[in-house]
């Protein structure tokens, strides 16, 4: 595989790689009064194609945490060193909550729920942006989640515990529902306070338990939906998967959780705190990005700067992020 000089592609990531595939869509007219809700914040819906597949990044906002659980393994000073010369906090790093709303075959396909309230007040905008496209909940069709974790489900359950999204199915990988809903699952491994990993387990069953009865287990490898094809990637829980949008000859990758955030998880080898299975992330982490750089795929960070839209290449000692370029 053709490899890159590491220092050659931080000093020139910041331009931007190829945005051949992305295309802008048409806005829906907004309504004076909805026009006034949203002087006040910024946008989170990005318009793009994958071959015939519309498809939007449409942002449920953000959380975060202390650096050190983002980057697991990394040495205290090196870590704080690489942020102050990426312009980050030392102190807190900020995740994005990059949903995909994509239309396959006259449905409208949602992947992962986003968070909601359930990790932090800055979650939850999911619904405003629909409304901002002209959406309900009730016009999704099908969600796939890629994890069970509260950052992926926290929006299927409305406040009044009922079905945020009464007409979607909803599927989940079959590990998961089996480790994180159907027992008590052990979370000692996530280098968090007992408290956060008590709210962390309760927050994941109260937010499928509206879809119990009817929820569409499968495994990771499976082709969903025409056009949607799942990529095992499990270690980060029992069985993540990882998305693979297809259409003619064009591929999008979402990574859901194989990285938190590109300068500690691509730019820097550093592991991520909350893997359960640190070696087998690992190993899907390198299988999939590996993949991902020989075929030149468009990539999707799930927790990336909004829209999260990039390139992952390989370099002499690992990998680097090259942001796709915006288009308007």
Excluded: C
Excluded at 92 to 105: A, D, H, P, S, V
Excluded at 133 to 145: H, K, N, Q, S, Y
């Amino acid at each position: 595989m053709l490899t890159i000089n590491r220092r050659r592609i931080m000093l020139t990531a910041a331009a931007g790689a190829s945005g051949a595939l992305l295309v802008p869509g048409a806005v829906p007219r907004a309504r004076a009064g909805d026009v006034a809700e949203q002087a006040n914040w910024n946008s989170g819906i990005y318009r793009f194609h994958v071959g015939d597949i519309a498809a939007t990044v449409v942002s449920d906002g953000n959380i975060g945490g202390p650096p050190a659980v983002y980057a697991g393994n990394a040495p205290e000073t090196e870590l704080e060193e690489v942020l102050r010369r990426a312009f980050l906090p030392t102190d807190r790093m900020t995740l994005n909550l990059n949903t995909l709303l994509l239309e396959i075959g006259g449905r409208r396909v949602l992947l992962e729920a986003g968070a909601g309230p359930t990790m932090g007040p800055d979650g939850g905008r999911l619904f405003r942006h629909l409304k901002a496209m002209g959406l309900t909940a009730e016009d999704i069709d099908v969600i796939v989640i890629s994890h069970t974790h509260p950052d992926h489900v926290g929006n299927l359950r409305a406040a009044d515990g009922s079905r945020a999204f009464p007409r979607a199915t909803v599927m989940v990988p079959q590990p998961d529902w089996a480790f994180f809903i159907e027992s008590d699952p052990d979370l000692s491994y996530m280098p968090v306070p007992q408290d956060f990993r008590d709210r962390f387990g309760a927050n994941i069953k109260a937010s499928v338990e509206p879809y119990a009865q009817d929820v569409e287990l499968y495994q990771a490898g499976a082709e969903v939906l025409p056009g949607l094809a799942t990529l095992p990637a499990e270690g980060h829980t029992p069985g993540m998967a990882a998305f693979l949008i297809h259409s003619g000859d064009d591929q999008l990758l979402l990574t859901s959780d194989l990285a938190y955030h590109p300068v500690v998880n691509i730019n820097e080898p550093w592991r991520p705190g909350p893997d359960r299975d640190k070696e087998t992330a690992a190993a899907s982490r390198q299988r999939i990005f590996d993949r991902a750089a020989a075929e030149r795929m468009l990539v999707l960070g799930f927790h990336f700067p909004f829209p999260g839209l990039g390139h992952i290449l390989r370099t002499d000692t690992g990998y680097a992020w090259v942001p796709a370029n915006w288009q308007f």
